[in-house]
C-alpha cells in the first residue's frame, strides 16, 4: 500500500486542518479557495468513437498574511505533505512578495446576488445519451455533401464548484455547469481546400441539436470554396461576431485597472473621456443568467454587480480588484481573478438594431472577415496593434462576392473601438464569456497580393 | 527508485481492473510535481507561488479507441474506481480478464540536474529576476515597464502498462522569461527574451546570463519603437537562427506529427520518401540532446526518447508517432508521445525541432537578396494542419534594399502555407541555434525547441500596413 496516498483526507477536512495549521504558523488572516471539477467528453470521426475522455479533478490554494505580505501556494493533493509544503510555500511566498498588489483577504460582504448557470438535469444526461448526440452529429455532416470530409465531432460536459472560505466568517460557494458539441470538416474540391467549424453549447442537450451543429459545420466549410486573395489596401471591414469577440477577448486586458496602473494599458486615467464610436457600449456582467462567466463573488470574495465599462462611446470605469479600486480611490468592481490579477466576467459589446445584412450593403466595396487566426502572436495586447491572418468574403457593391484566404488584416484595436460605424443585432457567445455583435469598421488595411 | 509513487502491485490490480471488460491496452500515467513560480515587475518581485500537481490517468484501448479517465484521488481506492470508470467505457470484450504482471526498468539520465530550484534560497532566486530587470533599464531612459520571470517545474512520473512496464522519470526545467516595454508615451513596442532548459538552476552558470537576456528583450523594444510600419507585399525574407526556426515548428513540424497524418488532416499525410522541401532543407527531431528543453529520457508512453530525421535533403523520411497513431498506421512509435500532464492522454509531439546546419554564408544570403525582409526576431504563430496555412509575427524585423539591410519595421507578419515554403528555402547557413517554447496541443502544452540556422526565403507574403 502505498504509505502517503492513503492518507488522503476529504476535501472539508483538509481545508479544516490548513486553515487550523495556518493560524498555528501564524499566518492570519487566512483563505482557501479550492475547485472541484468534474468532466466528460467524446470523440466521434468517421462513425466510430473514436476518443472518451472522463475526468474529477481539485486543486486547492491557501493564502494567509505573513506580516506585512500575503503569500500563496496550492495543492492537488490532500495529505499531510502537502498541509507542510502549503504552510512554508506561504512563507517563503510572503517573504519574496515586494508590493502590495495581492487579492485582500477581508471578512464576507453584506449581500451577495444570486446567478444560476447550473442545472440540475444536465447532470442527469448518460454518457450513452452524449455518445449518440456525437454519433448523430457525425453522420449528418457526412450527409450534408459529397465534398465533405468530416474530421471530428465532439460532445462535451463539465461541471464544477467553488469554494471560498477565510478565518473572518467568510464562506461561499458556487457551482456550473454546461455541455457543449463542435464538429470540424475539411471540404475538398479540385485543388481547393477548406475547413469548417462549428460549436454550439449551453445547459440542456436541447442547446445542441446535431442538426445545428453538422449544418453550421458544413456551411462553414462550403462558403470558403473558390476562395481568391485580394488586392492589398484599406478597406471598409465588416467583423463578423464570432471574429470580433475573439479580438475583443484578446485584448480585453486594457480594461484591466491592474494594467492600466502599471503602464500596460493606454486607457490609464481615461475615465469619463469618449474612447470608442458613441454606437460602442461595452457591458461586464457577472450575474447573466446563465452565462459562461456568472458567479456572485469574485476570487476576492467581493459581490459582484453588472456594470457599462464604455457606454455610448465614453470610458465608465476599468474593472477592478480592491487593491486598484483602493489606488484609484474607488471600488471594487468585483473582477479580482486571483494572484492580484483582473479578469471580465461576461463581458459583451452592447448589440444594435441592424442586420449582418445591413451592415454589409452598408460597406460598399469592402470585406466581411469571419475568421482571425494567430491573435496569441499577432496581436500586441499592451500597443493594440494587430495583423492577423484572416478570412471572409469580399463585399461588393454591398454585397457578398467572393470567399477571400490569405490575407492578414492590420489594425490597431484602440482605433478600431473609434473607427465603429454601425453595431449588429447578432450578440453571440461561442463558448466563451466574452461575445460580440457583427461590427462595422470604418478602415482596416488588408494585405493579399 | 519509483516504487514510493505507486507500488509495482497497485499498478497490477488497477491495471487488471482496467481491463476486466476487455481491451487491447492499458496505461497509467502517474505525476506528483512540484512547481515554483517567481515574477518581477515595476522592479519588485510581485508573485512568488508553488504548487504541487498530482494526479494520475488511466488509458485503455479498446479496439482503436482511447479510454481516458483522470483523477486527482490516487489512493488505491480511487485509482481503482477511475479503473473501473474506464472498463465501463470498453465495447470489444476481447483479452477480458487478463493479468498484468509488471518488471521495473530504469531509463539511463541523459538530463543530469546539478542543483534543484527547490533549495535555492529566496534572496538568490529573486536576484536573478533582479539582474535581468537592471540591465533592461539600462538599454535606455525609454524603457518603461520590465517584468522578469522564474519558472521551474519539477515533473516526477510513474508509467505501467499492461505490457509488463513499470517505469519512471524525474524531468527538471528552469526557465527565466523577459518582457521588456519601450514608451514613447503614446505608443508602445515589447520585446521578449524567454531562455530556459531541462536542468535545475545550475542554468544561472552555464548556459544564462541574466542580465544578457534582460538587455536582449530591451533592444527590440526600442528598435522596434522607432521603426515605421512595415510595407505588404510579397519579397525574399532572410529568417535569423534560434527562434526563427518557429517557422518549420509551426508550418511543417505540426504537420508531421501523426496527431494530424493519420487521420489524413496533414498536407504531408502519405508522402513518406516523397520530396517535400528544397534539396538544401535536412530537418530533425532530436529528444536525446543533453538537458535541452525539448528533451527526454523516456516519453510519456515509457519509451525511449529517440533523434529522429524528418527531412533528409528534401525527401520527407519520418512521422513523429506515437503508440496509439502507430497502431493506427501500422509504424512503430518513435518515442513522441507526449503529454502536458496527467489530465491529458499522450499524442505525437515534437521536441527538440531544427533544421539542420547548411553549407551557405549568412553575408552572402543577404547581399544577393535584392529588396526583401531580414526577420532578426520571430514572434510565436500558429498554423491550420490540413492546409498548411501559417500566419507568423515577426518581433523584429528589418528593411532590405539591393542587399543592404537598412531601416527597422515594425507590425510584419509572415503568411503562407508550409508545403510551398519548404519548398522555396534556397539558402541554409551553418551556424544552427535554438530557442524555447511551450507547445500546444491535443495534449496540452509541452517544453520544445525550436532551431535553424539563417535561412532564405525566396519569396513569402509579408502582412503589414
Not at chain 1, 102 to 115: E, H, K, R, W
Not at chain 2, 93 to 111: C, Y
Not at chain 2, 263 to 281: D, R, W, Y
Not at chain 2, 312 to 335: C, H, Q, S
Request: aromatic residues 6%.
Amino acid at each position: 500500500m502505498n504509505k502517503d496516498a492513503s492518507k488522503d483526507m476529504s476535501l472539508s477536512e483538509f481545508s479544516a486542518r490548513a486553515l487550523e495549521a495556518a493560524a498555528q504558523a501564524g499566518i492570519a488572516p487566512a483563505e482557501i479557495f479550492s475547485n472541484s471539477s468534474e468532466t466528460f467528453s467524446v470523440r466521434v470521426r468517421g462513425g466510430k468513437l473514436e476518443d472518451y475522455k472522463v475526468s474529477d479533478r481539485l486543486s486547492l490554494t491557501l493564502r494567509g498574511r505573513v506580516g506585512e505580505r500575503i503569500g500563496t501556494a496550492s495543492t492537488q493533493a490532500l495529505d499531510e505533505e502537502s498541509l507542510q509544503l502549503l504552510v512554508a510555500g506561504v512563507r517563503e511566498s510572503a517573504e519574496l512578495i515586494e508590493t502590495d498588489e495581492q487579492d485582500d483577504i477581508l471578512p464576507p460582504d453584506p449581500a451577495y446576488s444570486a446567478v444560476c448557470n447550473y442545472s440540475e438535469a444536465l447532470d442527469d444526461v448518460s454518457a450513452g445519451d452524449k455518445i449518440a448526440l456525437a454519433m448523430e452529429i457525425d453522420k449528418r455532416l457526412s450527409a450534408a455533401d459529397a465534398r465533405i470530409q468530416p474530421d471530428a465531432t465532439v460532445v462535451a460536459s463539465s461541471g464544477e464548484e467553488t469554494i471560498l472560505r477565510n478565518s473572518l466568517g467568510l464562506s461561499l460557494s458556487h457551482r456550473s455547469n454546461m455541455i457543449y458539441a463542435y464538429a470540424s470538416c475539411l471540404v475538398k474540391e479540385g485543388s481547393q481546400a477548406a475547413t469548417g467549424f462549428k460549436l454550439l453549447w449551453g445547459y440542456s442537450p436541447e442547446d445542441v441539436k446535431p442538426w445545428d451543429v453538422a449544418d453550421g459545420c458544413a456551411k462553414d466549410a462550403l462558403e470558403k470554396l473558390g476562395a481568391v486573395r485580394m488586392a492589398s489596401g484599406a478597406y471598409p471591414v465588416v467583423i463578423r461576431n464570432n471574429a470580433m469577440a475573439d479580438l475583443l477577448s484578446t485584448f480585453c486586458g486594457v480594461f484591466s485597472a491592474d494594467n492600466a496602473q502599471k503602464g500596460l494599458s493606454l486607457l490609464s486615467g481615461k475615465e469619463g473621456e469618449t474612447i470608442a464610436s458613441p454606437l460602442v457600449t461595452i457591458t461586464d456582467d457577472p450575474l447573466m443568467p446563465w452565462g459562461l462567466g456568472s458567479s456572485p463573488f469574485d476570487r476576492e470574495g467581493a459581490a459582484t454587480e453588472k456594470k457599462h465599462v464604455v457606454e455610448g462611446g465614453v470610458l465608465k470605469t476599468l474593472l477592478h480588484n480592491r487593491k486598484t479600486a483602493k489606488k484609484a480611490g474607488t471600488k471594487t468592481t468585483g473582477n479580482a481573478a486571483g494572484a492580484g490579477r483582473i479578469a471580465p466576467s461576461n463581458l459583451f459589446i452592447a448589440p444594435g438594431d441592424r442586420p449582418l445584412s445591413d451592415l454589409i450593403a452598408a460597406a460598399g466595396d469592402g470585406l466581411l472577415v469571419t475568421e482571425v487566426s494567430g491573435l496569441h502572436a499577432g496581436a500586441n495586447p499592451v500597443s493594440g496593434d494587430f495583423s492577423l491572418l484572416a478570412r471572409g468574403f469580399e463585399i461588393c457593391g454591398g454585397e457578398i462576392r467572393r470567399a477571400v484566404e490569405q490575407i492578414t488584416v492590420a489594425g490597431n484595436f484602440y482605433q478600431l473601438l473609434r473607427d465603429v460605424t454601425a453595431v449588429g443585432d447578432d450578440l453571440l457567445f461561442e463558448g466563451s464569456p466574452v461575445g460580440c455583435p457583427s461590427v462595422a469598421v470604418r478602415l482596416l488595411n488588408i494585405a493579399g497580393e | 527508485m519509483i516504487s514510493h509513487m505507486l507500488t509495482q502491485s497497485i499498478c497490477e490490480q488497477v491495471l487488471a481492473r482496467a481491463l476486466r471488460r476487455g481491451g487491447s491496452f492499458a496505461e497509467i500515467f502517474y505525476e506528483d510535481s512540484r512547481t515554483f513560480g517567481l515574477s518581477l515587475r515595476s522592479g519588485r518581485i510581485e508573485n512568488a507561488s508553488t504548487s504541487r500537481p498530482r494526479g494520475a490517468g488511466i488509458r485503455v484501448y479498446d479496439a482503436l479507441r482511447s479510454i481516458y479517465v483522470y483523477t486527482c484521488d490516487v489512493t488505491p481506492a480511487g485509482l481503482l474506481r477511475a479503473a473501473d470508470k474506464a472498463a465501463a467505457a470498453v465495447m470489444d470484450s476481447r483479452g477480458s480478464g487478463r493479468d498484468v504482471v509488471l518488471h521495473e526498468t530504469r531509463p539511463a539520465d541523459l538530463h543530469p540536474v546539478a542543483r534543484s530550484v527547490f533549495s535555492v534560497p529566496a534572496a538568490d532566486k529573486a536576484q536573478i529576476l533582479r539582474e535581468a530587470d537592471r540591465a533592461a533599464r539600462a538599454v535606455s531612459p525609454r524603457i518603461t515597464q520590465v517584468t522578469a520571470g522564474l519558472i521551474a517545474r519539477e515533473q516526477h512520473v510513474l508509467i505501467a502498462n499492461s505490457e509488463g512496464l513499470y517505469t519512471g522519470d524525474t524531468r527538471t526545467y528552469t526557465r527565466l522569461t523577459c518582457s521588456a516595454i519601450a514608451s514613447d508615451g503614446t505608443e508602445n513596442q515589447t520585446g521578449t527574451d524567454n531562455p530556459g532548459a531541462r536542468m535545475g538552476f545550475e542554468l544561472f552558470s552555464t548556459r544564462v546570463d541574466p542580465a544578457a537576456s534582460g538587455e536582449k528583450a530591451a533592444r527590440t523594444a526600442v528598435t522596434m519603437l522607432d521603426a515605421p510600419y512595415c510595407a505588404a507585399g510579397e519579397m525574399p525574407v532572410v529568417i535569423a537562427g534560434g527562434f526563427g526556426g518557429v517557422i518549420f515548428h509551426e508550418a511543417c513540424g505540426h504537420s508531421l506529427e501523426a496527431t494530424s497524418v493519420e487521420p489524413g488532416m496533414s498536407e504531408f499525410s502519405g508522402k513518406l520518401g516523397e520530396t517535400i522541401a528544397a534539396p538544401c532543407v535536412t530537418a530533425i527531431d532530436d529528444g536525446t540532446m543533453p538537458n535541452e528543453w525539448g528533451s527526454e529520457n523516456i516519453d510519456d508512453e515509457g519509451l525511449p526518447t529517440t533523434s529522429l530525421v524528418l527531412i533528409e535533403n528534401g525527401v520527407l523520411k519520418n512521422y513523429m508517432i506515437d503508440r496509439l497513431n502507430g497502431l493506427k498506421m501500422g509504424m512503430a512509435p518513435t518515442g513522441s508521445g507526449r503529454r502536458e500532464s496527467y489530465a491529458f492522454a499522450p499524442t505525437s509531439r515534437m521536441r527538440n525541432t531544427f533544421i539542420a546546419p547548411g553549407t551557405d554564408d549568412d553575408e552572402e544570403m543577404i547581399r544577393t537578396m535584392g529588396d526583401g525582409l531580414y526577420a532578426a526576431q520571430m514572434g510565436g504563430g500558429s498554423v491550420n494542419p490540413a492546409t498548411g496555412e501559417f500566419n507568423f509575427a515577426v518581433q523584429e524585423g528589418y528593411l532590405v534594399r539591393d542587399g543592404k539591410i537598412t531601416s527597422p519595421v515594425r507590425g510584419a507578419s509572415l503568411i503562407g502555407k508550409g508545403s510551398e515554403i519548404l519548398m522555396r528555402i534556397d539558402r541554409v547557413g551553418k551556424n544552427m541555434t535554438m530557442g524555447q517554447g511551450m507547445c500546444g496541443s491535443r495534449s496540452g502544452s509541452v517544453p520544445t525547441n525550436v532551431g535553424q540556422p539563417t535561412i532564405r526565403v525566396s519569396r513569402l507574403t509579408v502582412g503589414g500596413k
